[in-house]
Nanobody, 125 residues
Framework: VQLQASGGGSVQAGASLRLSCAAS????????MGWFRQVPGKEREFVGS????????YYADSVKGRFTISRDNAKNTFYLQMNSLKREDTAVYYC???????????????????WGQGTLVTVSS
């Protein structure tokens, strides 16, 4: 499956953005979907994830209460709504998908099977 991430941009602190991750596969039914972010020189950082079957979501403490993951089954797309953005949210954001729950650990990027290309979010004060 190919994932296409989009929606990044440059915004002022306090603004909102919505990132999208569109999957190319029909009948898109992964086990888990997640968002990560990365800044130069650092490892990919967990932002949030959701389990397809239950809709259960998990968020990093740094974004809890500000970011929300949702999905549109008809469009094979899931989203990351980011509100009250802060300078420290500046990063390249990646979406990932895990086909199986056998080895999936939401916060561990190595347990995802497919990745989008990344979309840059820049927050200025």
């Amino acid at each position: 499956v190919q994932l296409q991430a989009s929606g990044g941009g440059s915004v002022q602190a306090g603004a909102s953005l919505r990132l999208s991750c569109a999957a190319s596969r029909r009948s898109f039914r992964p086990y888990g979907m997640g968002w990560f972010r990365q800044v130069p020189g650092k490892e990919r950082e967990f932002v949030g994830s959701t389990r397809w079957s239950t809709g259960t979501t998990y968020y990093a403490d740094s974004v809890k209460g500000r970011f929300t993951i949702s999905r549109d089954n008809a469009k094979n797309t899931f989203y990351l709504q980011m509100n009250s953005l802060k300078r420290e949210d500046t990063a390249v954001y990646y979406c990932g998908v895990a086909d199986s729950g056998l080895n999936w650990i939401a916060a561990y990027p190595a347990t995802y099977d497919y990745w989008g290309q990344g979309t840059l979010v820049t927050v200025s004060s």
